[in-house]
């Protein structure tokens, strides 16, 4: 076992700790004790196992047609919320600046759920005051792809599932434009409680539920994550820009890359931009190793 300098050591310490936290020990091979791995000479007790980077996903089905951004629905009915919105002066946005070992592929579908489990009824914000339900993820725990958007209307808050109404069904457009099912993806928002009248988050509640998809992200570990509108961006990235200055580019969050582009909800107001999502949908199949249909 090499020896690891004190800094390598405190930072394996307090990722041990997070998934303990977590409620992860099942993880651990032998029991870890986290007090003696703080200390300078201590050993270390890496035992989570994680798999390298390259582990096998589930599999992404190759394209099921030449599906382009007008072949989208065009419907655009009137939505009450999800223009682009303005985000509130922030408060500094809660980042854990630790990013865990990846968990096993057999063992993401048991960690989600203790996730699940702790989030349990939640009243830790003002949002829980007006759910029906909490509206944690939908999709595959290998997903090599996660969509996160704001977060819940109506539809899903009803149905306790994320992107289940008219957006969630621009956004399958969206993934089937990719060559891709809803079910290889894993799909997940902001805030899990519909927020009143479908308003943008309170930094104050975005900043007390953003915890938990961090710990997704980190339990999924997707190779690239597609941001879905200025709140998504933001407190993924953890600063605020419009969105036009951080679409085209990939940055990273949490060991994936991130690619942003527009809230489905917005481009049913605005079908014109839908050709600026079809760019940013590109760049993610791009950096996933799909292929993107020639210019016609
Ligand atoms: Fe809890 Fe998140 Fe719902 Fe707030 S939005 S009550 S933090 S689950």
New binding site residues.
């Given amino acids: 076992m090499p020896t690891l300098d004190p800094a390598t050591r405190q930072a394996l310490a307090a990722r041990l700790r997070f998934y303990r936290d977590l409620g992860l020990t099942e993880f651990y091979r032998r029991p870890v004790d986290l007090q003696a791995n703080d200390e300078p000479g201590a050993p270390s007790t890496n035992n989570l196992g994680a798999p390298g980077p390259g582990s096998p996903r589930s599999g992404l089905g190759s394209r099921g047609g030449d599906l382009a951004s007008e072949t989208w629905d065009s419907t655009s009915p009137s939505l009450p919320h999800h223009q682009e919105p303005t985000i509130p002066p922030r408060k500094p946005i809660f980042t854990p600046t630790d990013v865990p070992a990846a968990v096993l592929t057999a063992d993401r579908v048991a960690a989600l759920r203790i996730i699940r489990e702790e989030?349990g009824d939640?009243?830790?914000?003002a949002?829980?005051k007006g759910?029906n339900k909490?509206v944690f993820a939908d999709g595959s725990p290998d997903a090599r792809l996660m969509f996160i958007g704001e977060g819940p209307g109506a539809d899903e808050d009803a149905q306790g599932l994320p992107f289940v109404g008219k957006a969630g069904q621009l956004l399958n457009n969206m993934i089937a434009a990719m060559g891709l099912k809803r079910e290889e993806v894993y799909i997940a928002n902001v805030?899990?409680?519909r927020p009143p009248g479908n308003r943008t988050p309170e930094p104050e509640?975005a900043n007390?539920?953003l915890p938990?998809l961090f710990r997704q992200i980190d339990v999924v570990r997707p190779e690239v994550i597609v941001a879905l509108g200025a709140t998504a961006s933001t407190y993924l990235l953890g600063q605020r820009q419009p969105l036009a200055a951080l679409r085209g580019r990939v940055h990273s969050v949490r060991g994936s890359k991130l690619i942003v582009t527009y809230h489905p909800a917005f481009l049913l107001r605005d079908p014109r931009q839908k050709k600026e999502a079809w760019t940013d949908l590109q760049i993610a199949m791009r950096e996933l190793g799909l292929e993107v249909p020639a210019r016609s």
């Fill in positions: 989030i939640c009243t830790r914000c949002l829980h759910r909490i805030v899990k409680c509640e007390t539920c938990f």
